[in-house]
Structure formats: C-alpha cells, structure tokens
C-alpha cells in the first residue's frame, strides 16, 4: 500500500486527472446535463482528494472514484428529484425519413433512449457498456449484489432493444424501408 | 461465473456472454448452441449490436478540461468562460473540418467518434512465431503507455490459425498477456478464434486459453470488421 503522502502526491492528482473523461462520461450518460455532470465529477474529484487515504488497493483508483460519484449522484437525486426531461424526448421525434441514417440522429437516439432508462438500469448499462467495467466492479461501484447488475443489465438491455429496434435492423438492400417514427 | 442448465438461455445468460463474463466452459456450451440455434445467434448477434451502439454514442463526450482535477466549485466559472472562448475561436475550422469527413454509417454497426482521435491498433497473429508474437507485445505495449485523455489508445490481439497458441494457460506469454491486462485495463483485449480452436479439438487436441481471452466466431471476421470500423490492422 502506498503511503499516505504519495496519495496525495501530484502522481495522485495526475491520475484522478486522468479519470476525469471517463468520470464525466458516465456522469454525463446518468444525468444528459453539462452542468450537472461537471459538478458531479468536481464533487468526487474533491471528495477523492479529501479521503486519498481510505483508497486500500491504488490499483482499485477508478473503480473507488466511481464508486464516490455514484454517491454523488445519488445524493444530488435525494436533493433534486428527477421530473423527467421533455426536451431530449422531443429531440428523438424530430427525425425525418431524409435524417434517420445519419450518423448524430442515431447518436442522439441512443443517448435519448440511455435516458429514458430508469435510473438503476442506466447506472448499470452506462457503467458496463459505455466505461467497460466488470459485472464485480459494477456490483461494487453501485453497491449491490452481481445478481442484481445482471438483472438490471438484462432488464436495461431489453428497454433500449425495444427503443432502437429500427437501428439494429440489419440494413435493408434496395429501396429504402420506411422506419417507423416515435410519436409522443 | 458458472451456471446451471436451467439458465441456459436466459437473458441473463446471454448478457453475460456478450459481456465476457462466463467462464471458457459455459463459453463454450454458449458457442456450440449458438451453430445450431439461428434464433439464438440472432438474439447475441442483436445484443452485440446494442452494446457497440450504446458505448459509440457516448465515446464523443468530454468534459472541457479533462487535465483539471481537484479545483474548488467557484472557481469553475472563470474556467467556464475561458472554454466558450476558446471554443468560440476554433469553432468554425473545426466544424467544418467534422462536417467535411462525416460519413453516414451502416445503420446497426459500430460508429467512429465524433470528436476525440481514437489510435485503434489491431494486432493479427495468425503465424505460431513466438518472435513475432514478442515484438506484437513490445509494440503494444509502447503504444498504450502513449494513452492519455485526448488520444485514448485501444489494442486488440487477434489470434488465429497458428497464432492461437500463444493465448494458452501455459506459455512464455502466459504471465506478460495477464500483466498487460492489468496494467492497461480496458484498453487492451485478446481475442481468440472459435474456429481454429474448434479445428485443433477436432484433432483431439486440448486447448485451454487464457480466462482473459475473449473468444470470437472467426478471426478473419474479426478483422475485417474492425478494419471496417477504422482499425489499423497490423499483419505479423
């Protein structure tokens, strides 16, 4: 284990420095705010800084500052209740038969359905898909059974299966097939 | 992770195929089950998709200051007006230089980021050449120590044919292959072909790879699809 002054040595903020596009990648996914998911990262950021030397294994560093955000997270949910976010659904409606296979349509479409998922299918399926994690390192990072990051993976999964089935179909040859469009 | 029959097929089941968390042996019940179940190779084949999709969308987003960690919340907002100058003034060139290569994708297959400049190096090892597989490591190895936030380096080994020998439990490489994993987690990945494995147990042969190892349908496959998605491919 390393010392308690090389935790919080510049190698230290270098690595957190170096977290800091994945922590707000995630925190971007779970939140679909700028804003917010810089103070979200700034926050654990800080609290990593502050508690260097409750972090056992240097090796666990990522999976330690992701486990503070999602605390972050979670607390920023306790302090302001989600009310669901009518803009980015309007956004996956405003497709067009000319845009539907463009390239930032079909990011937006997957980021909008990500958002839709309700909040413990989209911590999981984020953490997994988006960051790579194991399904241990996700059980230990949202402090709940393996059991249940396979469910709710599975339960997440199926969700955003059904949200973008038109972009997984295989592509069509000849004439272009007409997609169905999302009505609110 | 293993599993009892009666979770063959389950979602579950199929999710953690696709996400490399089962064991060679239930890997390998899935892979056998997948030659003869069309269905079943549809469903993984859908999930594969879906997770690609998913992490392709979000691979674009950075946060402004990716170096900067630690600094108080108030002092966030000077560092915010200096970001909507800055962006302000490359703004221009680099939009049009994304809207000049931006390319409409295959709907259903992986995408390229938007903005971040990937180094995708995808290693081919199809020749039992222990040398060979040596300077794929060394090289591998000098290229991920060159990851940082805004040129993140990815790595993929591709072994085949005589080039799958070098994923097995017992070799020079064994120890290198797991250290290299650990080092550089997620940014490396071993990929083994079913089969060529498959075509060596035919012979009788015992094959036993690497847990590490992430098993795909064919190699060739393999590579031309990562090909197709921007992989620099690399012959040893």
Redesign the interface.
């Known amino acids: 284990m390393k010392s308690n002054k090389r935790l919080r040595s510049g190698e230290f ?1 270098q690595r ?3 977290a ?2 994945r922590l ?2 995630t925190a ?2 779970w939140t679909h705010d700028r804003d917010v ?3 979200l ?3 654990a ?2 609290k990593a ?1 502050r508690n260097a030397t409750q972090l056992r294994d240097p ?1 666990a560093l ?1 999976a330690w500052l992701f486990r503070i955000m999602t605390n972050c997270w979670h607390d920023h949910l306790r302090r302001n209740p989600v009310t669901d976010s009518l803009d980015r659904v309007d956004l996956a409606s405003e497709t067009t038969p000319e845009t539907t ?4 349509q ?2 937006n479409r ?2 909008n359905a ?1 958002a839709e998922l309700p909040q413990g299918f989209r911590e999981t ?2 953490l ?5 994690f ?2 241990a390192d996700t059980a230990n990072i949202l402090d709940v059974p393996v059991g249940t990051v ?2 709710r ?2 339960r997440g ?2 969700r ?2 059904a949200l ?1 089935k ?6 069509a040859t000849g004439p272009s097939v007409a997609r169905v469009r999302r009505i609110k | 992770m293993t599993y009892t029959p009666n979770d063959r097929y389950s979602d579950e089941l199929l999710n953690a195929f696709v996400d490399d968390e089962l064991s060679i042996e239930d890997k390998e019940r899935i892979y056998r089950a997948l030659e003869a179940d069309a269905g079943l190779r549809q469903r993984v084949d859908e999930l594969r998709r879906l997770k690609d999709l998913t992490r392709t969308a979000f691979q674009s987003i950075q946060p402004d200051f990716p170096h900067r960690a630690g600094f108080p919340a108030r002092q966030r907002i000077s560092f915010r007006i200096a970001a909507g100058l800055a962006v302000l003034a490359v703004g221009v060139g680099i939009g049009y230089g994304l809207a000049t290569r931006m390319q409409i994708p295959v709907i259903g297959e992986p995408m390229a980021p938007v903005v971040t400049q990937n180094i995708k190096v995808l290693f081919n090892v199809s020749r039992d050449d222990p040398e060979g597989f040596r300077k794929v490591l060394d090289q591998a190895d000098l290229l991920l120590k060159k990851d940082n936030p805004q040129e993140p380096v990815a790595v993929r080994v591709v072994a085949h044919l005589g080039g799958l020998r070098f994923l097995g439990v017992k070799t020079a490489f064994s120890n290198r292959i797991q250290q290299m994993q650990t080092t550089y987690p997620g940014r490396i990945s071993f990929l083994g072909c079913t089969a060529t494995k498959r075509q060596w147990e035919d012979t009788g042969a015992v094959v036993e790879l690497l847990p590490q190892v992430v098993m795909v349908e064919s190699g060739i496959y393999e590579i031309v699809r990562r090909e197709q998605q921007g992989w620099t491919h690399i012959h040893i």
């Open positions: 903020r957190l420095a170096s800091r596009p707000f990648r971007y996914a998911a810089e103070d990262v700034q926050e950021l800080a800084l090796d990522e296979h463009s390239r930032l079909i990011i997957v980021r990500v399926v984020t997994v898909d988006i960051e790579g194991s399904y396979m469910s993976l599975s999964r199926n955003l299966l973008l038109t972009d997984l179909e295989t592509p």
